[in-house]
């Protein structure tokens, strides 16, 4: 028994690595292209780890995929890999439409001709998950429900017009050709790990540097904030006992406008790592604000709660008091991760 991960280095696939292998002793074969926000060091703790094998390579690979399924025979196929960030996306979308869409219709391909090959038991028990974003679905306003399974999907970034694509695939194949899927629809991912060009992690960064705070507009845009171990509990949860062909929102329960967001930050390092300069609240900076912004996400998670009985241990308090922690606790991680890529691509974002 086998799973195959995709982009299991980056943040959320390789805080789900490696939660998988502490719940279990059942092998991950991980393929990860390794681009900017895939980092290998996210698993050093599996160095020499039988259960964990690594292979370097491109979701857009037919070959590969091919040659991976049939060696390796997984009985599910967990589909992280993706380009994720919105600001990237709107300076360069064309990355976003290779990897979000032709890579899943790739994956989905080579999976559809592996899967048609097994015993019947064997297919019957096989899954496809897809783990997707609660950005298709648009943007809510301050008085609307939070994003349900049936809400119409209404991306508005090129990153989330890929990941809509890449959703409407996965669907059809399970309707066309009964390929045995089931989709996630997440909020905001937050925790150990997470590339610093995202806002907790970049705002964690910059404050304890004494470089300035970039908040777009008013900051009053509202996420759904999600532990990501929470996510990774719930992803196994739908894999476990999700019916083929349904989608389920993990959700965190948490919406937070985006300055609060900054000002929780600045409090818990005023409280675990306090500047000689003042508080960290000085630095909070408010930048122009991207092209379309969505104002408000928001994820109704009732659906997984009440078929699988999942819902998230961690609140926001006690998660993002573990994030800052653990970005104080690791600052080689961070310092390792800041290439001069890197650098540049903050400069050209925000000034």
Not at 142 to 160: G, K, Q, R
Request: net charge negative.
């Amino acid at each position: 028994m086998t799973i195959l991960v995709t982009g299991g280095a980056g943040f959320i696939g390789s805080n789900f690595v490696l939660d998988w292998l502490r719940q279990s002793d059942e092998p991950v074969i991980n393929l990860d292209a390794l681009t900017y926000a895939g980092n290998l060091e996210n698993l050093a703790s599996l160095q020499g780890d039988a259960r964990h094998t690594f292979v370097k390579g491109d979701i857009c690979d037919r070959a590969l995929v091919d040659r991976l399924l049939a060696e390796y025979r997984p009985r599910a196929l967990v589909h992280f890999a993706a380009e994720s960030h919105v600001d990237r996306s709107i300076h360069g979308p064309g990355a976003f439409m290779k990897t979000n869409v032709e890579g899943t219709f790739t994956l989905l391909e080579a999976t559809r001709a592996y899967w048609s090959g097994l015993a019947d038991d064997a297919r019957a028990a096989f899954r496809f998950h897809h783990v997707s974003t609660d950005e298709v679905y648009g943007s809510l306003k301050p008085t609307d429900p939070p994003f349900a399974e049936t809400n119409a999907y209404e991306p508005n970034s090129p990153y989330s017009a890929s990941k809509a694509a890449s959703d409407h695939l996965v669907r059809a194949w399970h309707h066309t050709y009964g390929l045995p899927v089931v989709t996630t629809n997440c909020s905001n991912n937050y925790g150990p790990y997470h590339f610093p060009e995202k806002l907790i992690p970049l705002m964690i960064v910059n404050a304890l540097a004494g470089k300035p705070l970039p908040v777009y507009g008013d900051g009053q845009q509202i996420r759904d904030w999600l532990y990501v171990t929470d996510h990774c509990s719930g992803i196994r949860a739908v894999l476990a006992g999700g019916t083929p062909g349904e989608t389920y929102n993990i959700g965190g329960w948490n919406e937070k406008a985006n300055i609060d967001i900054v000002k929780t930050v600045c409090a818990l390092l005023d409280e675990l790592k306090p500047s000689a300069e003042g508080p960290y609240a000085r630095l909070i900076t408010y930048v122009k604000d991207r092209p379309g912004h969505d104002r408000r996400y928001a994820i109704d998670a009732r659906k997984i709660e009440r078929e699988l009985g999942w819902r998230p241990a961690e609140t926001f308090e006690t998660g993002i008091r573990k994030t800052v922690q653990w970005y104080l606790d690791h600052p080689d991680w961070v310092a390792r991760v800041q290439s001069g890529a890197y650098r540049e691509w903050l400069d050209k974002q925000y000034g």
